[in-house]
C-alpha cells in the first residue's frame, strides 16, 4: 500500500509533537526538582520533605532518559536518511570531529526548543505551589540556572553520541556507491515510530507512577502528624518534653543543652499573622530590657513541603526581630508540644518546668507576658 505525502506528514507532525511533549515533560521535571534543592542544601527540609524532593529529582532523571533513549532513535534514523550527504562531506575532506560536530549540533536544535518550554514549565509550577503552599521556597538563581544549562548540554552530548559514532564509521566509499543494495533500500519509519511511541506511553506512566508515591509520601507525613500530634499540649507547672531544633548553620541542637537556663520558646511560622505580634512584643521586651535576645528561641515549623532558614533570616531582619533563626528538627518541636494552635509560647525556668503558657495571642495574654518575664527576670 502507498503512502501519500500527506500521510508521511502527518506521521512525521505526530512523531514531533511525541517528542516536543516528552522533552518538554522531562525538562520540566527537572526545573521543578533543581528549584528546591536549596531546601536540602541549606538543612531545612525535614525527613518527609526530603523524600518527596528526592522522588522528583529520581522522576527527573528517569524521565530524561526514557526521552533519551527517543532522542538517539530519531538521530539514527536521522543518520541513515542522510548517509549519502554525510559520505559527500567525509569524501571532500571532512574530518570525523566534523561529523560529530554536524550531528550533535543537530540534536542540539531538536532538543532546545522543548527544554526552555519545559524548563518555563517548571518554573512556573515551582513558582505556583511557592503561592499556594506556604513555606515552600523557590529558588532561581545563578546556580540553578547553572544546573539547568549543565544538563542541558550534557543531555544533547549523550543523545548525539551515539548516532554521531554511528556517522563518523560510515565508509564514504560504500554510501556513496550506486551499487550498493543498502543506498537503495529505503529507510523503514516504523521502528522510529515505534520507539517514539513506547517512549512516550513510557513517560506517561512514569508520571502517573511518581504522583502515586507523591500522593502516597504526603498521606503518610499526615498521618504521621496526627498520631505524634494528639493529646494536649504540657500546661504550666509541667517539665518541658525533649525537642530539637536547627539553627542558622545547620547545627542541631538539643533542649538538654538548655538545661540549667530559663527561656522563652516560641513556635510559630513566617504565614501566621500573630507569629509576627509575638516576636515584635518580645522585641520590645528586648529593647526594654526585660529579656535578652539570647534567651528567645524562635522555632518555626515545617510546612507541608518545606521552610528554608534563608526565608526565616529574611523574614526577622526585615522586621527587624531582635531573635536568631530556628527551624524545627525533623518535626520534633511541633511533635513534643502538640502544636495545634500557633503561635505557642512558653517560658521554661532553670529547672525545665513550664512557668506560663499562650496559645494564639491576645491583649491579655501580652500583658500577662509582660508580668511573667518580670518574674523571670526577678527570679
Not at 183 to 199: D, E, G, M
Not at 359 to 371: A, P, Q
Amino acid at each position: 500500500m502507498r503512502v501519500t505525502p500527506t500521510k508521511k506528514l502527518a506521521k512525521r507532525a505526530k512523531l514531533n509533537i511525541f517528542m516536543f511533549v516528552e522533552i518538554a515533560i522531562a525538562f520540566a521535571s527537572v526545573a521543578f526538582a533543581f528549584s528546591y534543592l536549596d531546601l536540602i542544601r541549606s538543612g531545612a527540609a525535614d525527613f518527609s520533605t526530603e523524600e518527596i524532593i528526592y522522588l522528583s529529582i529520581i522522576f527527573a532523571f528517569t524521565a530524561l532518559l526514557v526521552t533519551a533513549l527517543g532522542i538517539i532513535g530519531m538521530q539514527l534514523i536521522m543518520v541513515l536518511r542522510r548517509r549519502s550527504e554525510i559520505g559527500l562531506h567525509r569524501a571532500v575532506g571532512a574530518t570525523g570531529l566534523d561529523i560529530m560536530r554536524l550531528i550533535l549540533k543537530d540534536t542540539l536544535l531538536l532538543i532546545l526548543s522543548p527544554a526552555l518550554v519545559g524548563v518555563g514549565v517548571g518554573i512556573w509550577i515551582s513558582l505556583l505551589f511557592s503561592i499556594v503552599e506556604t513555606g515552600l521556597e523557590t529558588h532561581i538563581d545563578f546556580v540553578f540556572i547553572l544546573e539547568i544549562t549543565l544538563s542541558l548540554l550534557l543531555f544533547t552530548f549523550l543523545c548525539g553520541l551515539v548516532p554521531a559514532i554511528k556517522a563518523v564509521r560510515m565508509d564514504p566509499a560504500v554510501v556513496l556507491s550506486k551499487h550498493v543494495a543498502v543506498v537503495k533500500k529505503p529507510v523503514s519509519k516504523r521502528p522510529l515510530r515505534k520507539i517514539a511511541t513506547i517512549a512516550f506511553y513510557s513517560m506517561i506512566a512514569l508520571i502517573f507512577v511518581a504522583c502515586i508515591f507523591v500522593n502516597h509520601s504526603l498521606e503518610a507525613a499526615y498521618q504521621d502528624d496526627v498520631v505524634n500530634s494528639s493529646g494536649p499540649p504540657p500546661a504550666t507547672t509541667q517539665r518541658a518534653p525533649a525537642f530539637s531544633f536547627v539553627d542558622g548553620e545547620g547545627k542541631v541542637i538539643s533542649s538538654d543543652s538548655l538545661q540549667y537556663k530559663s527561656y522563652c520558646l516560641l513556635i510559630g511560622a513566617v504565614d501566621c499573622p500573630g507569629n509576627s505580634i509575638m516576636l515584635n512584643e518580645l522585641s520590645k521586651h528586648v529593647a526594654a530590657g526585660l529579656l535578652e535576645s539570647t534567651d528567645i528561641y524562635a522555632i518555626h515549623i515545617d510546612s507541608p513541603i518545606g521552610t528554608s532558614i534563608d526565608a526565616i533570616e529574611k523574614y526577622l531582619r526585615e522586621n527587624n526581630f531582635s531573635v536568631a533563626a530556628y527551624i524545627d528538627y525533623e518535626k520534633s518541636t511541633e511533635w513534643a508540644f502538640n502544636v495545634s494552635s500557633l503561635p505557642a509560647l512558653y517560658i521554661v525556668n532553670e529547672d525545665g518546668i513550664i512557668t506560663a503558657r499562650f496559645l494564639g495571642w491576645s491583649e491579655y495574654e501580652m500583658e500577662y507576658l509582660r508580668d511573667s518575664l518580670l518574674k523571670m527576670k526577678t527570679d
